[in-house]
C-alpha cells in the first residue's frame, strides 16, 4: 500500500514531514497496540514546541493531549536537568569592604626588635619575614 501525500502534507515543514514519514513507518510494521516508541514521542515533542502542539499533533496523527503531557513532562524535566548541572557559572568578585589590620612585634633575646604594621587586604608570609629576622639576628 502506497501512501498518496496529500495537499495537507505538502505544505507540512520538511522536519515534521521527516517525523511524520517515520511515524508512518512505525504505524504500518509495528506489533498490534504497541506503543509508540520514546524517540518518536521525544521528537514529536520539540517538533511541537517549534511549530505548535496542535499543528504538530494533526499532522503527526497523534492525540493532542497525549503530546502536551510530553511536552510537559519534558518541560519538568529539563528545568531539573538545568539547575542541577550548570553549563557555565560566573563569578563576580565581591567588593573590598572592611580592610584588614594587623601589627607584629618581633624581639629577640639581644634586644634586636622588629614592628611590622600590615594595612591591606595583601598579607605577606609573615613566616618567612620572622625567620629572616631571627636569622639576622644571630
Not at 9 to 17: A, G, K, S
Not at 26 to 41: F, M, Y
Not at 79 to 107: D, G, I, K
Request: glycine share 4%.
Amino acid at each position: 500500500m502506497k501512501l498518496i501525500p496529500s495537499r495537507q502534507t505538502l505544505l507540512l515543514p520538511p522536519q515534521i514531514e521527516s517525523v511524520r514519514q517515520r511515524l508512518e513507518r512505525w504505524r504500518r510494521n509495528r506489533k498490534q497496540r504497541s506503543p509508540i516508541p520514546e524517540e518518536l514521542w521525544a521528537s514529536a515533542a520539540v517538533l511541537a514546541r517549534n511549530y505548535g502542539l496542535a499543528k504538530t499533533a494533526r499532522a503527526l496523527r497523534l492525540d493532542y493531549y497525549s503530546l502536551k503531557e510530553r511536552i510537559e513532562a519534558g518541560d519538568r524535566q529539563g528545568s531539573r536537568e538545568m539547575t542541577a548541572r550548570p553549563a557555565f557559572v560566573e563569578l563576580v568578585p565581591q567588593p573590598a569592604t572592611a580592610v584588614s589590620e594587623c601589627t607584629m612585634e618581633l624581639e629577640d633575646s639581644s634586644g634586636a626588635r622588629m614592628r611590622i604594621h600590615l594595612k591591606g587586604a595583601a598579607v605577606p608570609n609573615l613566616t618567612d619575614l620572622s625567620n629572616s629576622f631571627w636569622r639576622i639576628g644571630r
